[in-house]
């Protein structure tokens, strides 16, 4: 453990002397500190930031619903609304790159409020839908406002919680993003089969409820940026001054250190005599301040303009790190299997045998969101259960690849449910067997995504946001890909030949989870420096 005291991904997670879990990041005694908030402040904000989470993706999974509709009245073809899909997940994923440098030069605030604006522009276009080109370029909004749900929202989440909760907010996470994905055509099936109403009311009631979000995102949303490095060492920076690193290099404890390996610097304890002193003496923001727009970070020099372009091109560099592409492969293969059991549920189920409405085809994706909450709970609290006995074990020594071995039964349980589900399309079979299929694909979505972006946030705890960022470019030009193709292999193939053949595919994708056990650390170590000069870079030179 002393040879790898500074390796990213290896924390003693329990100290010799206590029993005690270390709690990373390390506290401080700020009222303006995330993790000094109170309990109901924070799971507010927790709250909020879910609640943007599930209904963006809600918007970006319901236009597949109306489809019918709109080739019935407009004439619009399958192959345009296939390629409004694919157009999407490019909005989705290119657009949280884009946005990705805003977070830390100007606040979380102002991205999560341009994404909601983003929606309503989307969700209104596509009420009013009256070309293919309409229906293509509305989606490139609708996937826009999902980008801050991409990797801003886990960026937020781990402001409001240690490190040894990661799992569990991560867990929550991923279920209010299968919430979103799975109830979003529910609600869509209900909306068409209605009489009143018609298939532009699903453009029409999100942007009202995008209306209505932005409204208390703006007013409720605090801001969660805290520089926790400057108030742990007593740093007096001013934001906007472009003053933070020269300020830092005056400590000469920091001279020539690491982000990383200043994370490591003991801090005095305070007795709570000197620690309600310290609150009593400190006022924290008050609520216009916690609610501006923007709160530029103290490294931005003038207005950040060239220092965002300059973060734009640095945070390419996540994709030399072999945990950003093995997380990006996990999330990116299960929106890539969305693709496939959602058209079918929509070209086939509506036949013989089944002749079902709008709204039962929408009831198809309640067993998935079943299955999604249990793989939830499984890859959420229960790893964070499971990581804490295996660093036990390990003489106290957490290592990132230990959440990694709860992958293997979804390696089992997510192919076996793509298999059944095809195969039971194909040949007609009705309850239970379909649906079953359906509740393991679930299981799979909600464990894949949840334990891959842990390991990742585990692995590199200081670069979350351009991690997922790497995650989001990667899954979703992966989702974009098979969107294109899917309809080309259906007809093709059987369904029976189809689903076989991506059970197996899923199968290889969750495997190469063993060899990441292995190596993982090994490629820990070797990209140790390689991620010392990502934060150096990031947090003094940008």
Same mark, same amino acid.
């Given at each position: 453990?002393?040879?790898?005291?500074?390796?990213?991904?290896?924390?003693?997670? %329990?100290?010799?002397?206590?029993?005690? *879990?270390?709690?990373?990041?390390?506290?401080?005694?700020?009222?303006?500190?995330?993790?000094?908030?109170?309990?109901?402040?924070?799971?507010?904000?927790?709250?909020?930031?879910?609640?943007?989470?599930?209904?963006?993706?809600?918007?970006?999974?319901?236009?597949?619903?109306?489809?019918?509709?709109?080739?019935?009245?407009?004439?619009?073809?399958?192959?345009?609304?296939?390629?409004?899909?694919?157009?999407?997940?490019?909005?989705?994923?290119?657009?949280?790159?884009?946005?990705?440098?805003?977070?830390?030069?100007?606040?979380?605030?102002?991205?999560?409020?341009?994404?909601?604006?983003?929606?309503?522009?989307?969700?209104?276009?596509?009420?009013?839908?009256?070309?293919?080109?309409?229906?293509?370029?509305?989606?490139?909004?609708?996937?826009?406002?999902?980008?801050?749900?991409?990797?801003?929202?886990?960026?937020?989440?781990?402001?409001?919680?240690?490190?040894?909760?990661?799992? %569990?907010?991560?867990?929550?996470?991923?279920?209010?993003?299968?919430?979103?994905?799975?109830?979003?055509?529910?609600?869509?099936?209900?909306?068409?089969?209605?009489?009143?109403?018609?298939?532009?009311?699903?453009?029409?009631?999100?942007?009202?409820?995008?209306?209505?979000?932005?409204?208390?995102?703006?007013?409720?949303?605090?801001?969660?940026?805290?520089?926790?490095?400057?108030?742990?060492?007593?740093?007096?920076?001013?934001?906007?001054?472009?003053?933070?690193?020269?300020?830092?290099?005056?400590?000469?404890?920091?001279?020539?250190?690491?982000?990383?390996?200043?994370?490591?610097?003991?801090?005095?304890?305070?007795?709570?005599?000197?620690?309600?002193?310290?609150?009593?003496?400190?006022?924290?923001?008050?609520?216009?301040?916690?609610?501006?727009?923007?709160?530029?970070?103290?490294?931005?020099?003038?207005?950040?303009?060239?220092?965002?372009?300059?973060?734009?091109?640095?945070?390419?560099?996540?994709?030399?790190?072999?945990?950003?592409?093995?997380?990006?492969?996990?999330?990116?293969?299960?929106?890539?299997?969305?693709?496939?059991?959602?058209?079918?549920?929509?070209?086939?189920?509506?036949?013989?045998?089944?002749?079902?409405?709008?709204?039962?085809?929408? *009831?198809?994706?309640?067993?998935?969101?079943?299955?999604?909450?249990?793989?939830?709970?499984?890859?959420?609290? %229960?790893?964070?259960?499971?990581?804490?006995?295996?660093?036990?074990?390990?003489?106290?020594?957490?290592?990132?690849?230990?959440?990694?071995?709860?992958?293997?039964?979804?390696?089992?349980?997510?192919?076996?449910?793509?298999?059944?589900?095809?195969?039971?399309?194909?040949?007609?079979?009705?309850?239970?067997?379909?649906?079953?299929?359906?509740?393991?694909?679930?299981?799979?979505?909600?464990?894949?995504?949840?334990?891959?972006?842990?390991?990742?946030?585990?692995?590199?705890?200081?670069?979350?946001?351009?991690?997922?960022?790497?995650?989001?470019?990667?899954?979703?030009?992966?989702?974009? *890909? %098979?969107?294109?193709?899917?309809?080309?292999?259906?007809?093709?193939?059987?369904?029976?030949?189809?689903?076989?053949? *991506?059970?197996?595919?899923?199968?290889?994708?969750?495997?190469?989870?063993?060899?990441?056990?292995?190596?993982?650390?090994?490629?820990?170590?070797?990209?140790?420096?390689?991620?010392?000069?990502?934060?150096?870079?990031?947090?003094?030179?940008?």
């Amino acid at each position: 453990m002393e040879a790898d005291e500074h390796l990213p991904g290896t924390e003693r997670l %329990f100290p010799a002397v206590d029993g005690e *879990i270390t709690l990373i990041p390390t506290p401080t005694d700020s009222p303006d500190d995330p993790l000094n908030w109170s309990p109901a402040r924070r799971y507010y904000h927790a709250f909020l930031v879910l609640l943007v989470v599930g209904f963006t993706a809600a918007t970006s999974n319901d236009a597949g619903t109306a489809g019918n509709g709109m080739n019935e009245q407009l004439g619009i073809s399958w192959d345009a609304i296939n390629v409004a899909a694919g157009v999407l997940f490019v909005g989705i994923g290119y657009c949280t790159l884009l946005l990705s440098p805003a977070p830390f030069l100007y606040g979380r605030r102002i991205s999560y409020l341009l994404c909601l604006l983003f929606s309503i522009i989307g969700s209104i276009w596509f009420a009013r839908v009256q070309t293919t080109e309409d229906n293509i370029w509305n989606q490139l909004f609708v996937g826009a406002s999902e980008s801050c749900a991409e990797a801003l929202a886990q960026l937020s989440l781990s402001d409001l919680f240690y490190q040894h909760r990661r799992g %569990f907010v991560l867990g929550v996470y991923v279920l209010a993003t299968s919430v979103g994905t799975f109830l979003g055509p529910l609600v869509a099936g209900f909306i068409l089969d209605s009489p009143l109403l018609g298939w532009r009311w699903v453009g029409w009631l999100g942007a009202i409820i995008s209306g209505g979000l932005l409204v208390l995102c703006y007013f409720t949303l605090e801001e969660t940026a805290f520089d926790r490095k400057a108030v742990i060492h007593g740093l007096n920076v001013q934001p906007g001054s472009g003053a933070g690193v020269a300020a830092a290099a005056t400590d000469e404890k920091m001279k020539g250190m690491t982000e990383m390996e200043t994370e490591t610097l003991p801090v005095t304890p305070r007795s709570n005599d000197d620690a309600e002193d310290g609150r009593s003496k400190q006022q924290g923001k008050t609520y216009w301040q916690r609610v501006a727009l923007i709160t530029p970070s103290p490294t931005m020099v003038g207005t950040g303009f060239k220092q965002y372009y300059q973060r734009l091109y640095h945070t390419l560099r996540v994709f030399a790190f072999p945990a950003v592409l093995y997380s990006g492969l996990q999330w990116g293969a299960q929106d890539a299997w969305l693709t496939f059991y959602l058209t079918v549920e929509e070209d086939n189920w509506y036949d013989a045998p089944w002749f079902y409405t709008d709204a039962a085809v929408g *009831i198809m994706n309640v067993p998935t969101l079943i299955g999604a909450a249990i793989g939830c709970v499984y890859g959420g609290w %229960f790893s964070d259960v499971f990581v804490q006995w295996m660093a036990q074990r390990n003489g106290g020594v957490f290592e990132a690849e230990q959440r990694l071995w709860l992958m293997f039964p979804v390696a089992l349980i997510g192919p076996a449910g793509l298999m059944l589900f095809g195969i039971g399309s194909d040949l007609g079979w009705n309850w239970p067997w379909p649906y079953v299929g359906l509740g393991f694909i679930g299981f799979g979505w909600g464990c894949a995504g949840d334990l891959s972006m842990a390991y990742l946030m585990d692995a590199y705890p200081e670069m979350v946001l351009e991690g997922m960022v790497g995650v989001s470019v990667i899954n979703n030009t992966i989702g974009c *890909i %098979f969107t294109f193709s899917a309809q080309y292999w259906i007809d093709a193939q059987t369904l029976t030949q189809v689903f076989v053949a *991506i059970g197996v595919l899923s199968f290889a994708f969750i495997m190469t989870t063993a060899p990441m056990i292995y190596w993982g650390k090994a490629c820990r170590r070797m990209t140790r420096r390689r991620y010392e000069d990502f934060l150096r870079i990031r947090d003094g030179h940008l």
